[in-house]
């Protein structure tokens, strides 16, 4: 079964450097989450999208901003770098249309910042 | 401000053992609590409860939620070194975002 898709699965990028990361939820999911889990931490929620729209904002810095596209894939861009956005960063998707409750997590791109 | 609390933090056991996780939960507007399993990747999805009482049921693993108590259990029986892992506990309030435990790592030795 198709899963989510997350590009680049690693980067590596010098302090105020800008990133892009991508995800592509799974086939006819309509809501996308961000979540960024630092080194032995929890998951933290970043933000979602559910039909190309904004639904829900957590502890996303002002220097972090994201959006879905029309094929719902959405992008994570993250400018001025800090070395604590050293972190693994995960999508998840969910089918809200098919009032599911299950998120599926993408497999993470590791960002490291130096 | 949604807590979920997981115990214990962290757990060795032998091969064979039986394990108990411990989640309770303070969250507005409940909807569900989901059980993931970490390992050195993206959590993977086990468990969805969303009523009381109803132990939901995967080979070795199973859970069950209380939402009188605001709390879940999620055994495993039988352990085995593959269990070796992180065991995220979630909920969902009515905005369907996660707010995750800190997590129980478990550790099974042959």
């Known amino acids: 079964a198709a899963g989510v898709i997350q590009s680049p699965r690693h980067l590596i990028k010098e302090k105020r450097e800008t990133a892009t990361l991508k995800c592509y939820p799974i086939?006819?999911?309509?809501?996308v989450y961000w979540y960024q889990q630092g080194p032995g931490q929890d998951p933290q929620f970043l933000i979602s999208?559910?039909?190309?729209?904004?639904?829900d904002k957590g502890s996303i810095p002002d220097r972090f901003s994201a959006q879905q596209f029309s094929d719902y894939h959405s992008e994570l861009n993250m400018s001025s770098l800090e070395l604590g956005d050293s972190a693994l960063y995960f999508c998840?998707?969910?089918?809200?249309?098919?009032?599911?409750?299950?998120?599926?997590f993408g497999p993470g791109t590791r960002l490291t910042v130096t | 401000e949604d807590k979920v609390v997981q115990s214990p933090l962290s757990l060795v056991v032998h091969e064979g053992d039986t394990v108990t996780l411990n989640c309770s939960y303070e969250v507005t507007n409940f909807r569900s609590l989901l059980w993931y399993k970490q390992e050195k990747k993206a959590p993977t999805f086990l468990f969805m409860l969303?009523?009381?009482?109803i132990e939901k049921k995967s080979g070795r693993l199973s859970s069950i939620l209380d939402k009188k108590e605001l709390f879940s259990i999620l055994n495993i029986t039988a352990t085995q070194t593959g269990d070796s892992a992180v065991y995220l506990c979630a909920t969902t309030p009515s905005n369907y975002k996660l707010t995750f435990g800190k997590g129980t790592l478990l550790t099974v030795n042959p």
């Open positions: 969303t009523s009381s009482g």
């Open positions: 999208f559910y039909e190309k729209m904004q639904s």
């Open positions: 998840a998707s969910r089918s809200q249309t098919a009032s599911s409750y299950e998120q599926y």
């Open positions: 086939p006819r999911h309509d809501t």
